[in-house]
């Protein structure tokens, strides 16, 4: 018998009786991945930091440092970050491992150090998970937290609860798009990104993708997740904004014509930002995986480029070190 989404609402547009879908067109077409990865062997992408692997090191990375007691965000690099919102610990697409990938000895491999050890935190809280691809759901860094912060509770989009249970999380939430739940004065909300789904070979779009709002009285936090541009993401800011923090993707977007429909680029991120409102945001989704073709050091070249065309200068979209943290107070 073939598989039916349990969840599937026929009111959803997203949803589908075989599981999700963006909103949006699609616009990969047969053949593109093999033809991606033809031309990426041929042009030997990605190329390695214009100064080397150390030197990028040198230049964006520093540890976690976690002393203080204010509400503060870091960058953990890629789309991994922690929050500390009234001395509560939140984590967001946690991949620390040295690989994304189902295996230990092959797949993309971590370029930059994790700047952040689990057992240096205090405690755990939250975890976000955005959609269940290896660089943001990353077993070995769940399995982790699952043994050492067993109160943690998990926040995931719809089909993703049987995944961390089997893993070892013992309390986990699944929110579908525009769905929120509030837990200790922090309402958190499951929002729309253009994007996709896959673990195995056998369960594509079966499980949900989403971006996340985390509000309390003093933060409106848009994490966008993994997502492609869409004027649809407009809706985000209507709804839930104004925004004083966000996180938009800037990288693994080449080459365009594949990337495209799933991750925008820093000219998308940039016209987006604006749309928001300009909210200081991190740029996230580059640094740590050679997922796409453009080098490590590249987006954030790009998104200096896509600022200076688009007549902003000094804003709060500029590139954090990896371990970079903000205090969270007074940001309006």
């Known amino acids: 018998m073939a598989w039916q989404n349990p969840w599937y609402d026929a009111t959803q547009a997203h949803h589908t009786p075989e599981g999700f879908r963006n909103p949006e067109e699609e616009l990969r077409q047969p053949g593109d991945l093999q033809r991606w990865r033809r031309e990426r062997k041929q042009q030997n992408l990605p190329q390695p930091p214009r100064a080397g692997y150390p030197a990028f090191i040198e230049s964006w990375c520093q540890a976690v ?3 203080g007691t204010d509400d503060r965000i870091w960058w953990l690099g890629h789309a991994a970050l922690l929050l500390r919102l009234n001395q509560r610990y939140l984590l967001i697409d946690p991949a620390l491992s040295a690989r994304a990938s189902p295996l230990p000895f092959a797949g993309p491999q971590r370029k930059t150090p994790a700047p952040l050890s689990l057992a240096g935190l205090p405690h755990l809280d939250y975890v976000l998970i955005s959609h269940n691809h290896y660089d943001h759901l990353d077993r070995p860094t769940v399995k982790r937290i699952a043994r050492q912060f067993p109160a943690a509770h998990f926040l995931v989009p719809l089909g993703m609860a049987q995944w961390c249970r089997k893993r070892g999380v013992r309390t986990v939430t699944e929110l579908d798009w525009w769905h929120s739940v509030a837990l200790n004065g922090i309402q958190f909300t499951a929002v729309p990104a253009r994007h996709w789904s896959m673990r195995t070979f056998w369960d594509r779009n079966r499980t949900l993708w989403c971006g996340w709002v985390v509000r309390n009285p003093q933060l409106n936090f848009w994490f966008s997740g993994d ?6 993401l407009h809706a985000i800011a209507q709804q839930l904004g104004p925004f004083n923090l966000a996180a938009l993707p800037i990288g693994a977007y080449a080459p ?14 940039v016209h987006l930002w604006q749309h ?7 740029p996230i989704h580059w640094g740590v995986f050679e997922l796409a073709d453009e080098s490590l050091d590249e987006p954030p070249r790009a998104l200096a480029q896509a600022l200076q065309i688009a ?12 371990g970079e943290s903000r205090s969270l107070v007074n940001l309006d």
């Open 65 to 67: 440092d976690l002393s």
């Open 227 to 232: 997502s492609g541009y869409s004027e649809n």
């Open 256 to 269: 365009k014509w594949f990337m495209r429909g799933q991750h925008m680029d820093p000219d998308q991120a």
């Open 276 to 282: 928001i409102g300009r909210p200081l945001t991190i």
């Open 311 to 322: 007549g902003e200068e000094n804003s709060g979209f500029a590139p954090w070190r990896i």
